[in-house]
């Protein structure tokens, strides 16, 4: 993985950046998320409205856990894709995909990150991602169970970003 190695006591509860201010609350939570040990993957909701700064704790959330950062933007689902298998080729150092059918490989691919440790791979603007796709929170349940079915050890934690709403954040786990 491209980056400085996370030890494991780092793992356990990060200081919050200095550049990311106040939101003390927040980041407790994120990271409580974010790292718990348990067996299991994860999934979490963070919203709210539109320039408070939900993209800057997240973005300071992965560089501070080794996570995996991906923001979605309008375009296709193939060109969503495409942004996606890159992002995640530079994060992993691997060549990107080029073998993925749709969003099932993505997604699989996306929580595999989770085998190894507990990780945080946020997906920014994910509503950008269900307008062009709408069946991929269906997508995403079904990866999930297969998870749960297989046995697998994975860990992965994945927080799902959404703006326009009125409550500043919020995770669910």
């Known amino acids: 993985m491209r980056g400085a190695a996370v030890s494991p006591s780092d793992l356990s509860h990060p200081a919050k950046p200095e550049t990311v201010f106040d939101r003390d609350a927040e980041w407790d939570a994120l990271v409580a998320f974010s790292s718990a040990t348990r067996i299991g993957a994860g999934l979490g909701v963070v919203s709210g409205r539109l320039r408070q700064g939900k993209t800057y704790l997240l973005k300071a959330l992965t560089a501070a856990l080794g996570g995996f950062y991906f923001g979605a933007q309008p375009a296709t689902q193939a060109e969503s894709l495409r942004r996606l298998g890159d992002e995640l080729a530079k994060h992993t150092g691997a060549s990107p995909p080029n073998h993925w059918r749709g969003w099932e490989d993505a997604v699989d691919a996306l929580l595999a990150l989770g085998d190894a440790r507990p990780v945080p791979i946020v997906v920014d603007e994910f509503t950008d991602l269900v307008r062009q796709s709408p069946a991929l929170p269906s997508v995403i ?27 500043a954040y919020r995770t669910i786990h």
């Open 141 to 167: 349940h079904s990866a999930y169970r297969r998870l749960r079915e297989s046995g697998r050890d994975n860990r992965a934690r994945l927080p799902l970003c959404q703006s326009g709403v009125r409550r």
